[in-house]
């Protein structure tokens, strides 16, 4: 008797033109592994992708992880999921770490390769209109730049110190504070990143402190500018969160931040990530 193998098809429709799209296959058809080629080629497109109320458990999001790439282990949760929240209570160690995330960033650059995906779930929502997380689409942003400010900024170095990310929410920190930070170290990045495929995106945020070679009023205009530009309505997509929700985000081509909420409202994410596959240039 013949057997008839049914394909299981992406089911997926925009979120907005330069960014995002929502994911409307079952739990069931992305644990399956059928469309993960798909779901990784749309991700490196669309930058964000929306898994509505997909209500995966735990384990259901470490295997959806593993189908997408190579799974990066993080801190002492080896293989599982990772919590998020600013709870001090829920969360002691990371809290305070977290709050550098509050402000545009990529995740991993003092990383030779930087991750390539985060997948985070909603476990506890924070109140609307708080909390959302916002990702911006940096190769959408850099296609739409000026042909003479492309040309401008093609070959510069970025230094990225995340202890510079500190003064967005700190201030007037104590010097012990700022050297406990530069122990993370510094690193020199392209501001724009030429992938394997030949398409480029932009290397920015709060870890960008300046500009190699250029005089620090140019180098903040640019290094402002071209965040404010890369993050604007056209390029940016803000989740709003609903328990069960999952969104994936491509690392290497997008900056995210999470918007402010009161770190006593028991907003609870948990957080996977993918390996990266592609050094910066
Ligand atoms: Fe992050």
């Known amino acids: 008797m013949m057997s008839v193998a049914t394909k299981t098809e992406l089911k997926h429709e925009e979120i907005k033109p330069n960014i995002g799209s929502r994911i409307l296959n079952s739990k069931e058809e992305l644990l399956s592994g059928d469309i993960a080629g798909e779901i990784r080629e749309l991700l490196g497109q669309r930058g964000v992708l929306v898994f509505p109320e997909i209500n995966f458990t735990d384990d259901e999001q470490v295997a959806f992880t593993k189908t997408l790439g190579n799974f990066a282990p993080e801190g002492d949760h ?3 999921v990772h919590p998020i929240t600013l709870d001090v209570e829920k969360n ?3 809290a305070e770490y977290l709050k550098g995330s509050l402000y545009w960033h990529l995740d991993g650059v003092r990383n030779t390769v930087p991750i390539l995906a985060s997948l985070l779930s909603c476990r506890v929502p924070s109140p609307k209109g708080t909390g959302n997380t916002g990702i911006a689409n940096t190769y959408a942003a850099y296609d739409a730049l000026p042909e003479e400010t492309k040309q401008e900024i093609d070959k510069l170095r970025v230094i990225h110190a995340p202890w510079a990310s500190m003064f967005y929410y700190e201030p007037e920190p104590d010097i012990r504070k700022l050297k406990g930070f530069m122990q993370a ?4 990045l392209p501001l724009v990143w030429e992938h394997k495929d030949g398409r480029k995106s932009l290397v920015l945020g709060c870890t960008a402190h300046h500009v190699v ?4 009023t140019k180098s903040a205009e ?3 500018g071209l965040r404010d530009f890369a993050t604007s309505e056209p390029f940016s997509y803000s989740h709003e969160w609903t328990a069960g929700d999952m ?5 290497t081509g997008t ?4 918007e402010a909420y009161d ?5 609870m994410m948990v957080r996977t990530k993918l390996e990266g596959e592609e050094p910066f240039n």
């Open 78 to 80: 080896g293989e599982n």
């Open 92 to 94: 002691p160690s990371s």
């Open 185 to 188: 170290g510094e690193a020199e």
């Open 213 to 216: 070679g250029v005089d620090h």
């Open 222 to 224: 640019l290094l402002h």
């Open 247 to 251: 969104i994936i985000w491509d690392n």
């Open 255 to 258: 900056l995210h931040r999470a």
């Open 263 to 267: 770190p006593s409202c028991g907003r």
